[in-house]
């Protein structure tokens, strides 16, 4: 059974995770729309108990601080889709809103002007970004040959795309 423990995401995904997987060491995982490596994290609290896997995030600027903090992981810097090519990515003022979907770009832009809304909606810009689908890039990231022949835990947090590129 998995004790209380300090959670890293945002609403307790990660302990409640390891409690629905009876276990909290040697997780592995793939995290698809991982942002940041330690906050808002579905994966950190398995990683800081032994885990490691697969981090995947399109947002241009994390790279670094994935390998500095999460040396075990394999960050892989693209976004998930369906088939291999390229595509408009909306960052904002805030990462958690960036998104590849233009209607949703220009709603948090809309909605950011309504009474009582958050900050962090700007649009800071639009970048080209690779898009791959979620085999192949597990096999570029040799899964089975690093982290083994099952994946434990599988984190996916991509504005509404959900199902483009997993299935």
């Not at 995982?29 to 330690?38: A, F, H, K, R």
């Not at 999460?70 to 960052?91: H, K, L």
């Not at 990462?95 to 962090?120: C, H, M």
């Not at 898009?131 to 434990?152: C, E, K, S, Y």
Request: glycine residues 10%; contains cysteine.
């Amino acid at each position: 059974m998995v004790a209380s423990r300090r959670s890293y995401s945002q609403v307790a995904e990660d302990v409640l995770a390891a409690f629905y997987l009876g276990k909290d060491r040697g997780v592995t995982s793939v995290d698809v729309g991982c942002l940041w490596p330690v906050e808002h994290s579905n994966t950190y609290f398995f990683y800081r108990r032994g885990g490691s896997g697969v981090c995947i995030d399109p947002n241009p600027t994390v790279k670094a601080a994935y390998e500095q903090t999460r040396p075990r992981d394999c960050f892989v810097n693209c976004g998930v889709g369906s088939d291999a090519g390229m595509m408009t990515y909306f960052q904002f003022a805030n990462p958690v809103f960036n998104t590849f979907s233009a209607p949703r770009a220009a709603a948090l832009q809309t909605a950011d002007l309504e009474i009582g809304a958050r900050g962090g909606r700007e649009l800071v810009a639009e970048t080209l970004v690779a898009v791959r689908p979620l085999h192949d890039i597990l096999l570029a990231a040799d899964w089975r040959g690093r982290f083994g022949p099952t994946i434990d835990f599988l984190s996916i947090d991509v504005e509404g795309r959900e199902l483009e590129g997993i299935a």
